[in-house]
């Protein structure tokens, strides 16, 4: 029975869950802020007592590598990397748009051939995204992409239906309106949906560098820079 330690700071999301076998024993979750900082060692902490109270050995820590939020994935890493090290045991990153679509197949009425379409906003009409089939196997590869009433169309060509979701598809739903399209609200990557990707890349052995592990940002980060340097 691995025993991992899941951690997603991806998004404003923050959450936390301990897994093993496929089960949820611990979790915790907050939603809509970016106070990720304060709450994520709160939540490890919860978590770590009550594998100590069970007397569960920890044997991974998996957290979502991104793409994202810069400053949630430096700070989701960061902890991951610090506990892994501290506690002599394998980091796994699982990337964040697989992490949405499995929420999606976990919650979702599905008939085995749907396409997944996770979003992730980024600036002004870009988000984050790629496309999978029911294996998770990338039809559309991840990448930053600015959304036009085309951006999807070698996807929405196959006719399948195919699920759009995350908190960049608000931007898209009033461009792309193929009818073999749906919309699915109130999506986003959390720990408890990381379960079987940590598990298979656990049983896989298929584990980062600690030290030198960074998220994926797809693309560089960009500082605003203040209107009173603008202004001069």
Known sequence: ????????????????????????????????????????????????????????????????????????????LSEAKGLAYSLDIPLIGIDTLRIMACNVMFTQELEGDEIFVPMIDARRMEVYTAAFDFALEPVMEQQALILTPDSYADVIADNRRILMFGNGSDKAREIITAPNVTFIPDIHPLA?????????????????????????????????????????
């Open 192 to 232: 408890i949906d990381m379960i079987a990707l940590a598990e298979r890349a656990y049983s896989r052995r298929e584990f980062m560098d600690i030290a030198y592990s960074v998220p994926n940002y797809i693309k560089d980060f960009q500082a605003s820079t203040p209107k009173k340097n603008i202004l001069g």
């Open 1 to 76: 029975m691995a025993v991992i330690l899941n951690i997603d700071t991806s998004t404003d999301h923050c959450s936390v869950a301990l897994t093993a076998e496929g089960m949820v024993l611990a979790h915790q979750e907050e939603g809509g802020g970016r106070n990720h900082a304060a709450l994520l060692s709160d939540y490890i902490k919860y978590c770590l007592d009550f594998a100590r109270e069970k007397e569960l050995q920890l044997e991974a820590v998996a957290v979502s590598t991104g793409p994202g939020s810069y400053t949630g994935l430096r700070i989701g």
